[in-house]
């Protein structure tokens, strides 16, 4: 049976060594055994659980359904890979559809045919593809926490999710800026201390748990980019004022 390193692991699949720490802290890919050095060991099984993390990956999933996907009980790999192929062909089509409609658009542009207005946006049309999405969510995200969310969410309106999201933009924003105040600064600690109620509105989540997110917000690299977007290295920031938020708690 081959053996890989962490760092041989990280050089294969092209993923960093640090997410591979992360995924090992969180549960969502431990090494088949640690030598007596600490070196991390990872065999065949292994590589195999790291292929269906990134093939979630590509699929959007984030971080922590995938983790309670993997590692449920009912978890089949044969039969996720075929369900994984289904989402890849719907969204390789999709993307058929928006370089035709850059092609069509050019053209247009060029004065050499005619575009529809509903032509214009059409390929943006993620419905079905979402809708697969949801049942595969259906189907194997069962952890308590999925469960939770979906009990505490069902009666929601459009509203109350349009709600949700403008609390979690306008967070996002008055995160970044008391950057400069420091992540020990009791407005980044007032804000973490929100964000936090914010989450167990879904679901029950342990402080541990919360210091996990947080590096996911890092790891993650769609959270990343989200953070970093509103603010240069906010992604770390919150993750570090999370880690600090965390330690406080711990010593009440």
């Known amino acids: 049976m081959e053996e890989y390193s962490v760092k041989q692991l990280s050089k294969l699949a092209g993923v960093s060594v640090r997410a591979l720490h992360y995924y090992d802290q969180i549960g969502l890919l431990k090494p088949s055994f640690i030598k007596s050095n600490g070196y991390r060991v990872y065999s065949e099984k292994e590589l195999l659980k790291l292929q269906q993390i990134l093939f979630f990956r590509e699929l959007d999933f984030p971080l ?20 994984q192929r289904k989402l890849l062909e719907m969204k390789r089509k999709r993307i ?70 403008e609390e979690g933009r306008a967070f996002t924003r008055e995160l970044g800026k008391v950057m400069d105040k420091g992540i020990k600064s009791l407005e980044a600690q007032k804000l973490i201390s929100l964000h936090y109620k ?55």
């Open 64 to 83: 922590d359904e995938i983790e309670g996907i993997i590692n449920a009980p009912n978890f089949n790999i044969p039969e996720a890979l075929a369900e």
């Open 96 to 165: 058929n559809r928006l370089i035709k409609t850059i092609d069509k658009t050019i053209t247009n542009l060029k004065g050499e045919s005619e575009m529809k207005s509903n032509d214009m946006f059409t390929a943006f049309d993620e419905t079905k593809m979402k809708e697969y999405q949801e049942e595969a969510k259906r189907r194997w995200g069962n952890t308590e926490a999925h469960k939770q969310s979906m009990e505490r969410i069902k009666n929601w309106t459009k509203a109350d999710y349009r709600r949700v999201a």
């Open 198 to 252: 914010g989450i167990e509105q879904f679901y029950d989540c342990p402080l541990e748990m919360y210091r996990n997110l947080g590096e996911m917000y890092v790891v993650d690299s769609r959270f990343k980019q989200y953070y970093d977007s509103v603010r240069p290295g906010l992604a770390e920031f919150m993750r570090d004022a999370i880690a600090y938020y965390v330690e406080q708690r711990h010593k009440r």
